[in-house]
């Protein structure tokens, strides 16, 4: 999946390339085709901008799931809506809060020697054998709906708490949002231990009940999902999922009093589960509005 999408946006911008490029052209030529390829390129660019303006999620995707010891592990964080990826972020230090990963030899932070604007923002030896648990936390972005873009956005992302009904459909909403993002991999063959399941005090977060690497297609996968370390009853959760050429698929599940849910997963292969909650915000000066996003991607054997 990662694989098709990185050489999709690659070969994009290669054949642009090749478009415009002339070999020995004259000086006024070559200048002409280069004002044309910047025109492509620029065109491509604001595409991508138009599309991300509907994406959602925040997801961490490995390029290999199951890995080996001595091999690369690479790991990609895309904005998405669904398996719909509209833009990769590269590595954006003033705007993480944390990111790491935890093995059976201990916690790495990432971020000190992360490259700022590196992409993919995580590619590294594996050094480690068992279950592998990136997290990554993006700090504060903000944005402003109008109330009729807000209601739509509301009822998309399943957030039930927030009643905007009585205000001018053209009054804005200034909200921040913050990022909670989960990774499960495996390098080897032994998916032993209980680091699926662990809790690492993000303000919202999803963790896993089960371990995702002894399950099998048609296996219950449950989940808890906490929010400021509490579990959240009736909330709406989704997981995704999409594997070879099938098409992908969604199913949906809402939390019990204790912040449980369950899916009975139909197939193999790659899934993030995702949610968003939204409260109002303590600091006015700021905005009116918080919002929590919270995604947990790891492959189904």
């Known amino acids: ?31 002409k085709h280069k004002t044309k390829m910047k025109k492509a ?5 604001m595409l991508f901008i138009g599309s991300i303006l509907n994406a959602h999620e ?22 998405a809506d669904g398996f719909n990826i509209q833009l990769e972020r590269p590595v954006q230090k003033k705007l993480t809060r944390n990111f790491g990963i935890i093995t059976a030899n201990g916690t790495t932070d990432l ?12 590619e590294t030896k594996v050094d480690f054998d068992g279950l592998g648990l ?3 936390e993006r700090d504060y972005s903000r944005i402003a709906l109008t109330t009729a873009k807000f209601r739509e956005y509301l009822k998309e992302d399943h957030i039930e708490n927030i009643d905007v009904s009585k205000d ?25 231990g209980d680091l699926y399941k662990k809790v690492l005090g ?7 009940l089960d371990n995702p690497y002894l399950l099998r297609k048609g296996s219950l996968l449950r989940a808890q999902v906490l929010f400021m370390g509490k579990p959240i009853a009736n909330k709406m959760i989704t997981a995704r999922n999409r594997t070879g050429n099938e098409s992908a698929l969604h199913l949906k599940a809402r939390t019990d009093a204790t912040g449980i849910c369950s899916f009975k997963l139909p197939r193999a292969g790659e899934w993030f589960i995702h949610a968003t909650h939204m ?20 492959q189904l054997p």
């Open 202 to 208: 993000q303000n919202f977060e999803i963790v896993l």
């Open 41 to 45: 390129l620029t065109i491509i660019c």
């Open 134 to 136: 990136i997290h990554l």
């Open 58 to 79: 925040y997801v961490l995707l490995a390029y290999k799931y199951h890995v080996q010891k001595g091999d690369t592990l690479e790991v990609h964080l895309f904005v």
């Open 1 to 31: 999946m990662v694989a098709t999408i990185v050489a999709t946006v690659k070969n994009l911008v290669d054949k642009t390339r090749q478009i415009f490029q002339r070999k020995a052209a004259p000086a006024g030529v070559a200048l």
């Open 168 to 192: 001018p459909a053209d009054k804005l909403q200034p909200e921040r949002y913050s990022r909670y993002i989960k990774s499960l991999v495996l390098s080897g063959d032994k998916p032993q």
């Open 279 to 298: 409260i109002p915000c303590v600091d006015k000066t700021d905005s009116d509005w918080d919002s929590f996003w919270t995604s947990y991607s790891f």
């Open 111 to 122: 971020l000190s020697n992360a490259r700022e604007g590196a992409l993919p923002v995580l």
